[in-house]
């Protein structure tokens, strides 16, 4: 089947005509409206910041988000399998090797609105289709700012595509080696002083098999997926101010290593933003969101399900109004407010592995608020830019409790936490220096935090045949860093940036070994995590190169000999991890690319007893115009099917993505 769709894909290719198609003429009469937050300010440099555009987004060999988020070496999720053959929960991102768990510790927003899930903390990243995104932007560091709360090992910034990005219609299907398809589709029409966008996906396929193959029994079996989002956006200029609604909707349904062995994730999200672009310059948020997790277990020595987490609701509510006043023209000044809050409940079953009855209900849960107060200001004096901005937040963990009851409904835990509040000040401060027109220094320190999760908090869980327990008594995670880089234009077209940083959480939250088989959620004295980043952009003629790279010095410090983990790297933190592109572009409209991507040896575990091995592999995308607006595409992943090992329990082995080649059109206008 393989060399079929090769065969099949190159001949689609070679015989597509090859001729530009047509851009649409520009009309003056239209009135574009951007459909975007308010400008960056002139010391966004200041930061570790790389910014994919709309076609990095689109062209990779899987067509998923978090596929392109790994062309910023140094983003990672808690494991290396993408959102078809992971566990949604353990897709926490986070960035500079400050790892360890799997909630998120970098900031993840989509349209100014934070996207990380409000019970566990991770990112619903099926529920955000790449082809309505306009460009990423990733900031590496802690966070000041709007939403600076959780911002503690960066941002990255998702902002979605206008009506005259998407065109009227785009559409796009595909199929694979295994049978398995994707359908994508926008309709963005403009209308009045604006545009609306609906735009959907629907991925299904019976998967791979993640369990190596001396490993299988009778139930294990591929994993199979099959999700869906659809989304709407209204953007339109009314006097002003321009109005933003957004909804979303989405459901993803996975089956993991055994029969039976299902999860699913749902989400519904609403918001409203308001922008100003006059003398003052206002960007208003409101935002809803709700949803649900369930998961089966089954166990990994008798093959029966041992763990039904039926149902778990959450809903998050929130909000921010940041105000830029006019104060000259050397000063950009952002004065602002935000809100979050995160509400959370528990219901599962456990079972009997041997007899298959139900042994007891637990239920679990709390809420946690956030509000934030921030000022920021950039001032520009020639080739000097400086920056600087603070943040008070006021933190409360309330209604805390675990409840669990034994087969026949007696109960065995009744506990409440007590309620929590405290303040958090957090600040950052950097600069820029233009040398000459072709280099650039800057330099910027920060702090930050991030609460812990109402799943750190409340919630045990089992990965046979060890135990995780949770602590109520966890302490907010705290950065502290500094940085300094350089920034090359050595010749039109060619970019060049080098950072150092030193970044160290304090009190940052780990799964810590404190018996055989048995963790607990534990705040370490801190994870420190120093290295060089590196990023590489050129473009000539029909080429172009796109290449980053993080080595990486992370440990636990300060813990202490009862522990065993001073010097320790964290878990599922690699040393070295990076990626690189060429891309060639012989006609408009066509483009062919190579990625070739390593990440180093990774541990699975707080003790370092179990090891990820390094990983290298490389991708391949192509696409040709058949006729206008119809283009024939064909990607692979892994070509030279690398062996991934996404989990390592002591032997026990899930592996990730094998050689896959995808089929299809796409098709715009």
Do not use: C
Not at 191 to 204: H, K, Q, T
Not at 238 to 248: A, F, K, N, P, S
Not at 486 to 513: C, E, H
Not at 570 to 583: D, F, K, N, Y
């Amino acid at each position: 089947m393989k060399i079929l769709l090769l065969a099949s894909a190159a001949t689609a290719l070679i015989a597509a005509p090859a001729f530009a198609q047509e851009a649409a003429p520009a009309d003056d009469s239209v009135i574009v409206v951007l459909g975007k937050g308010l400008p960056d300010t002139p010391a966004t440099p200041a930061y570790s910041t790389i910014e994919l555009d709309r076609e990095a987004i689109t062209t990779t060999s899987s067509d998923r988000l978090e596929d392109a988020l790994s062309n910023v070496a140094g983003f990672q999720q808690f494991r290396r399998s993408d959102s078809r053959s992971s566990n949604p929960t353990a897709q926490g991102a986070t960035l500079r090797a400050l790892g360890g768990n799997a909630s998120s510790r970098a900031l993840v927003l989509l349209d100014g609105v934070p996207m990380i899930d409000p019970f566990f903390g991770y990112v619903p990243f099926s529920a955000v289709s790449p082809e309505t995104l306009s460009r990423i932007q990733v900031t590496r560091g802690g966070g000041s700012g709007p939403f600076g709360a959780g911002a503690l090992a960066g941002t990255i910034a998702l902002e979605s595509a206008s009506a005259r990005e998407l065109g009227l219609v785009n559409a796009a299907a595909f199929v694979n080696d295994r049978e398995e398809t994707s359908l994508s589709a926008t309709l963005a029409p403009e209308f009045g002083n604006g545009y609306a966008v609906i735009s959907g996906r629907w991925d299904r396929g019976d998967g791979f098999e993640t369990t190596p193959e001396d490993q299988r029994v009778a139930i294990s079996v591929p994993a199979a997926y099959d999700s869906w989002t659809a989304g709407g956006r209204v953007v339109q200029k009314l006097g002003d101010l321009e109005v933003q609604l957004r909804g979303l909707a989405f459901e993803d349904h996975r089956t993991l290593r055994f029969e039976g062995a299902n999860n699913s994730i749902e989400g519904q999200d609403v918001s409203l933003r308001v922008v100003s672009r006059g003398p003052w310059q206002v960007d208003a948020i409101a935002y809803g969101q709700w949803r649900n997790f369930s998961n089966v277990v089954i166990s990994s020595s008798r093959f029966t399900r041992v763990l039904d987490q039926k149902d778990t609701p959450a809903s998050g509510q929130g909000g921010k109004i940041e105000v830029r006043p006019p104060v000259g023209d050397a000063n950009t000044l952002r004065i602002g407010t935000d809100y979050r809050r995160s509400e959370g409940d528990l219901f599962e079953d456990a079972y009997s592995a041997f007899s298959g009855n139900r042994t007891e209900e637990r239920f679990a849960g709390g809420v946690n608020t956030d509000v934030g107060f921030f000022i920021e200001n950039d001032f520009v004096a020639g080739p000097l830019t400086l920056t600087g901005g603070v943040r008070a937040d006021r933190y409360t963990i309330r209604n805390g409790y675990y409840r669990s009851f034994d087969g026949d409904g007696n109960p065995v835990r009744d506990d409440t936490y007590s309620d929590r509040a405290d303040w958090e000040v957090t600040w950052r401060a950097g600069a820029l220096f233009d040398v000459a027109e072709i280099a650039r220094l800057r330099a910027a320190a920060y702090t930050g935090f991030r609460l812990p999760t109402i799943n750190e908090l409340y919630r045990p869980f089992v990965v046979f045949p060890v135990v995780t327990n949770a602590n109520a008594e966890l302490l907010p995670e705290r950065l502290e860093g500094f940085e300094a880089g350089i920034d090359l234009m050595p010749a039109p077209g060619v970019m060049l940036q080098a950072t150092w940083f030193d970044n160290k959480v304090k009190d940052a939250i780990a799964n810590v070994t404190i018996a055989t088989n048995t963790r607990q959620r534990r705040n370490l004295d801190a994870i420190d995590a120093t290295g060089f980043e590196f990023a590489a952009r050129a473009e000539s003629g029909a080429f172009s190169f796109d290449g980053t790279l993080v080595l990486t010095d992370a440990k636990v410090v300060g813990t202490g000999a009862a522990l065993n983990l001073d010097g320790n790297r964290p878990s599922q933190v690699p040393e070295v991890a990076a990626s690189a592109t060429l891309g060639w572009r012989p006609v408009e409209g066509a483009l062919f690319s190579a990625t070739l991507r390593h990440v180093g040896d990774q541990y699975e575990d707080d003790q370092e007893t179990n090891v990820l091995p390094a990983a290298t592999t490389v991708d391949l995308y192509a696409r040709m115009p058949v006729t206008d607006g119809l283009s024939a595409v064909a990607r692979v992943e892994n070509l030279f099917d690398e062996t991934i090992v996404t989990r390592n329990q002591n032997g026990s082995m899930d592996l990730g993505t094998p050689l896959t080649v995808w089929v299809g059109v796409n098709f715009a206008m």
